[in-house]
Structure formats: structure tokens, C-alpha cells
């Protein structure tokens, strides 16, 4: 089930809050918590075990280290949780990669591969097992107690709101709305409002550029013209999708009462690959940075071992988005573009808005194409089209494929990404009445999309 489907909007949803305003203020977590669970459980009910095991190992593993009588028995009970959780994430995540990798490798010399049945992915495992070892970490530091009570642990890792896909949610930032929460008409207006908006960013604009995505990364000598409308097509696509997703997600929250933070601010205005990383899935940069590049030494122990650590973060960053070397790569793009930035920094240069804008798209923009490709093979056509190896103009295929409502959508979602920057004469001349209404028109619109669509699953339920 997905936020963006029929039986969520007017099945899943009306009987939860239903159920959910019925109830005592203090079985309120009791609710939200099975509701979690059967929307988890939708999906493959299997893999609801999955995740209480981790929700309950994590929340005794919490237990442990609060109760630990020293700073050696709390690192070692942080230690077991920590490896116990990256240990699931690994068996499910990349066991398959690693098979196959060794496959490859023996059939080189023409050895017997590995026989080898794949193992599914369970959707969210990447997100819950970040909240878990923040969580864990964080009672370590002293920055939380731990939670003594199983439901309200259990809602902040399986919250339905945002369990599939995020925002990367931390204990310290909804523990005191776990414990009591108001409902407010406000909020629920609000978050009905940013709801709509996410809905309308993913159906309207995302799964609208979806087919020209896939035509374009599937050409096998894509012109110019077609990597280029394919490349824009899909850093379009992936935006709209995942902030589509994360605003409603907060939309949901606000609607429940709690305030889950922004994880994006615009990161295609982004004048540095650093800036971008502030504005670009905001909640994962800051987990990666605090709880991955501290602990690797961060800036603490010289300049050479900073710019080891920061390709190493991101390194690691890329492979979490999924279990393939491309996202490696795509991860040691961005660390080395973040340490040559930092490395310019550090000599004073620094470049007019001009030049960092266009080269800062130029880099982000490129390293999609990895992130995107299921192959080297389609890596490397992209790429070569990309910069003209296949000729310029476009190609037989894309010129019957591509659909004026394509390329109306596309120009739609650069006016909105372009449109915080701006001037604020233009913006006040939007009138506050048609600011309160287009969410709705646009909800009401995507909602007859949907009718008429399959379902598109949100681009990061495979992470």
C-alpha cells in the first residue's frame, strides 16, 4: 500500500482516523501502533516479523545501555546493538549483491557459481534501522532516556506516516509528542494542506515524467537532445517523488500531531555540492554527518584524513540507496566533489554565483545518471549521449514517444523548482485566495490522475 493509491486515500486512511478519534488520548499510541503494523503487513505480512524484531531488540538493546553500570558496559550494549541491526540491514540488503559480485568473479576462471536462491528486500528496512541505531547512539550520549514504554518505541520506529520511504526521524525530535500530543483543527488543516501538495507533486508531476524517464535510459544510443531531456526528465522525477513523499508524510504527522522537520529545502537552487547536501534529503545528510562522519574522526585529526572521511561518508551514504556499485559510485562522486569543494574552500577560492550554480547542477545532475542506470551498459550510453558521441539531434525513437504533456509537466516543475528564487514583487502578486485553493484543485486533479494510472510506487520504497 502506498500513499498514493486508491485503497489508502479511501480505505486505509478514513477507518484509521476513524479509530484513531474514537479512542481514550491514552490508547491513542495503541491505535496508530496497529494501524502501522497492518499497513506495514499489507505489503508482504512476512516481513512484519522483521520489523517488530528489530523494534523489540532495539527497544530492550535501549534498556541495556541505560542500565549499563559503566561507560564499558554501555559501549558494548550500543556495540551489540548496533552491529545486530547492520547485520539485518546487510543480510537483506546486499547479500544478493555480494553472491552475485563473487559469481561474476568465479566465472572469470570458469568456476561454479554460487547457487543461489535471491533474498527479497523488505521495504523500509534501510529507514527503520537508521532510527534504531540513532536512537541507540543517542541514549549512549545522554542526549535521550530510554523509552519505557514498548508501544510509544514501537510507534516511533513503525509510524506509518513516514516508515517506508522517511524522513530519517530521531527519538529526541517526537519523544515528547510519543508521551501526549494534541489533535488542533489548525494542524489538521495544515497537514491536510502539505498532504495535498506532496499527493500532487508525486501523481501530477513525477509519475507524469515517469515513461519519459524510462524510454530515455533504455535507448541504446540516446542523442543529446534525448540524455539531456532524459537526465532533466529524471532529476525532475526523483524530486517530485521523494519531497512529494516527504511532504506528506509531515502532512500526515501534523494531521496526528506531531512536527516532523523539513527534508527539503530547494536543493535544486543549490550553489555547492555541500549546499546541496544541506537542502537534499535533509534528515539523511544530518544522520550521515553526525552519527557516520563524527564518529569516522570528521575534521578533528587533519586536513588529509578530513577528505578521506568525507568520501568515505559518502561513499557509504551511496551504498545505503541501494545494493548495486553504481550507487557506490554515485556516492564517491559526490565525496570527492564535497572534498575538492573543501579543499578549494580551505585555499580562499571561491567561485562567482554564476559559475557554482551551473557546475553544481552540471555535477549533481550527472552523477543521476549512475544513480539511475541499472547497468554499466546504460551508464555509459547515457553518458556518452549526454555529450554528444551519438549525434545531437534527437532521435527517431523520442521524437514519436515524447507527448506535449510530457514537456508541459517538465516546464511546470521547473517553475516550481525556480520559483523560491524569484523576486518578492512577483510573489505578492499571487493573491492569498488562490494560495488557500490550488493545493485542493491540484489534489482533486492527481485524484482523477489516479484513477485513470496504475499505481507508481514512490522511486525510494527501493531503498
Known sequence: MVFASVEFLALFLPLFFLAYLAVPRGWRNHVLLAASWIFYGWWKPIFLLLLVFVTTFSFYCGQAIERAPDDHGKQRALAFGAVVNLLTLGWFKYANLLVGTANGGLSLFDLGAIAWDPVILPIGLSFYVLQSISYLYDIRRGVVKAEPHYVAFAVYIAMFTQLIAGPVIRYSWVDAELASRRLALGGFMAGARRFSIGFAMKVIIADSLSPLVELAFNLPQPTAVDAWLGLLAY????????????????????????????????????????????????????????????????????????????????????????????????????????????????????????????????????????????????????????????????????????????????????????????????????????????????FAYALALLEGRETVPFLYFQF
Not at 248 to 265: K, S, Y
Not at 321 to 348: K, N, P, Q, S
Open 235 to 442: 532529476s525532475l522525477q526523483l524530486y517530485f517523488d521523494f519531497a512529494g513523499y516527504s511532504a506528506m508524510a509531515i502532512g500526515l504527522g501534523l494531521m496526528l500531531g506531531f512536527h516532523f522537520p523539513e527534508n527539503f529545502n530547494h536543493p535544486y537552487l543549490a550553489t555547492s555540492i555541500q549546499d546541496f547536501w544541506r537542502r537534499w534529503h535533509i534528515s539523511l545528510s544530518g544522520w550521515l554527518r553526525d552519527y557516520l562522519y563524527v564518529a569516522l574522526g570528521g575534521n578533528r585529526q587533519g586536513a588529509a584524513r578530513t577528505y578521506v572521511n568525507l568520501i568515505l561518508t559518502m561513499a557509504i551514504g551511496g551504498l545505503w540507496h541501494g545494493a548495486a556499485w553504481t550507487f557506490l559510485v554515485w556516492g564517491l562522486i559526490h565525496g570527492i566533489a564535497l572534498a575538492v569543494e573543501r579543499a578549494a574552500r580551505m585555499r580562499g577560492i571561491r567561485l562567482p554565483v554564476f559559475i557554482a550554480y551551473p557546475l553544481t547542477m552540471l555535477v549533481v545532475t550527472t552523477a543521476w545518471i549512475v544513480f539511475r542506470s541499472t547497468s554499466w551498459g546504460m551508464a555509459e550510453a547515457m553518458l556518452l549521449g549526454q555529450f554528444g558521441f551519438n549525434g545531437l539531434g534527437i532521435g527517431d525513437t523520442m521524437a514519436v514517444a515524447l507527448r506535449p504533456s510530457m514537456m508541459l509537466w517538465m516546464a511546470v516543475g521547473l517553475a516550481a523548482v525556480w520559483w523560491p528564487a524569484a523576486s518578492d514583487t512577483w510573489k505578492a502578486r499571487v493573491p492569498r485566495w488562490w494560495q488557500a485553493l490550488w493545493p485542493a484543485l491540484a
